[in-house]
């Protein structure tokens, strides 16, 4: 059978990936004496003289809530924040499922900004983090600063930074395996929407040599115009020698490629004319910018892709549930740059140098090793740069 078709087949019989269980038993008076009235009235009274104390007495301390406004959802697009629905309710599963974080789906019906935050802002009393999902860009970049400003919990936009932490700790591991330094190496971006700004973001953080983005327009350069306003800070921290011209022309030389942007967009000319030992993440989904078998033939060293059914999957599902637990640890009023880092560390030194191939530079995604280590690496981190508040 087809996997879309078994996976409609799956939710309607699941009728639903998620549900609320009771933490606690009532089932006589007492308990529900103790649970709801007239004992709750104690914990309510105690909160509103300590607001913090609603992370002790209440389930915030370990909850997530997963919003979207259903405007790009995975390689679907604008579908709408009910259609988007299944994919949050996904989300919130794999919080669970790999980090025991609970978390709750939140699909929002607006596409203006303000209204977005304000919702966001008024119900996040509730929760411990709020995890941004599936918002195209540029507003996701607005929504996100906007509600990191406003709020003293974690606001992360895992579309943007899971996805560029999952990159970096593929890369870190790629260079080792290629024998090549971050610091001396040519990476070009394909797709400059938000997946592609955070990956260069946090390579920049990494020391990458250079970085050379590339959108539907061509190579992205300072001084150019620009329809999005988030190209324009880009394009000043990256090409360092200032080329113009096609993905192909960025191509020519380059150490690394990333593809965040749309099938078959990259050649086997393209991958000949890269420097030695290629590497190359092609992770458009469901379908790469080239088929890994293609890019191999082509002289490539290294692949990736998103996908399950090839090696080295780049999958966020190594980074997000793992970050929030550590983060919800230590009551974190952010998750900010050293923790981002602390993290793709964490993930890329799960698997041992020894263990290390071409066909094996990031750790099974069903490791359950792995969130505990990511966890611990961002407690730390949160900690070190004085976020933490326990």
Not at 285 to 301: T, V
Request: proline content about 5%; some cysteine; glycine content about 6%.
């Amino acid at each position: 059978m087809d996997i879309m078709q078994k996976a409609l087949d799956k939710h309607y019989e699941w009728n639903g990936k998620i549900e609320i269980v009771s933490r606690t038993k009532i089932n006589d008076r007492e308990s529900l004496s103790l649970a709801y009235t007239p004992g709750v009235a104690q914990p309510c009274l105690e909160i509103e003289k300590d607001p913090d104390l609603s992370f002790s007495l209440t389930r915030r301390s370990n909850l997530v809530a997963v919003i979207t406004d259903g405007t790009a959802v995975l390689g679907l697009g604008d579908i709408g924040p009910r259609a988007a629905m299944p994919v949050m309710e996904g989300k919130c599963a794999l919080f669970k499922e790999f980090a025991d974080v609970d978390a709750f789906p939140i699909c929002v019906n607006s596409k203006d900004v303000d209204e977005i935050v304000k919702t966001i802002e008024m119900i996040a009393y509730s929760f411990g983090g709020i995890n941004l999902e599936d918002i195209s860009a540029p507003r996701c970049f607005e929504i996100e600063k906007r509600l990191k400003e406003k709020l003293d919990i974690p606001v992360f936009h895992d579309d943007q930074h899971g996805t560029a932490i999952v990159a970096s700790a593929a890369m870190m591991n790629a260079a080792k395996v290629a024998e090549k330094k971050i610091s001396d190496m040519t990476l070009v971006i394909n797709g400059a929407g938000a997946a592609g700004i955070a990956i260069a973001k946090q390579f920049i953080s990494l020391g990458i040599g250079n970085i050379i983005m590339v959108d539907i327009e061509g190579i992205i350069c300072d001084g150019d115009e620009f329809r999005n306003p988030a190209h324009y800070e880009i394009a000043k921290l990256t090409n360092k020698n200032h080329i113009k011209g096609s993905l192909a022309d960025a191509m020519k030389g380059a150490d690394a490629f990333i593809g965040v942007s749309r099938p078959d967009l990259v050649t086997a000319e393209m991958i000949k004319s890269m420097a030695e030992k290629p590497i190359i993440f092609a992770m458009a989904n469901p379908k790469p910018e080239i088929m890994p078998d293609k890019a191999l033939e082509a002289g490539a060293f290294i692949v990736g892709t998103g996908r399950s059914d090839f090696p080295n999957q780049i999958n966020n599902v190594v980074a997000f549930p793992g970050i929030f637990k550590g983060a919800l640890s230590v009551r974190a009023s952010d998750i900010n740059e050293e923790m981002k880092l602390a993290a793709a560390y964490a993930i890329a030194a799960t698997v041992p140098d020894e263990e290390l191939r071409p066909d094996n530079i990031l750790p099974n995604s069903f490791d359950r090793k792995i969130p505990v280590a990511v966890a611990a690496a961002v407690a730390e981190a949160a900690k070190k740069s004085g976020v933490a508040r326990i």
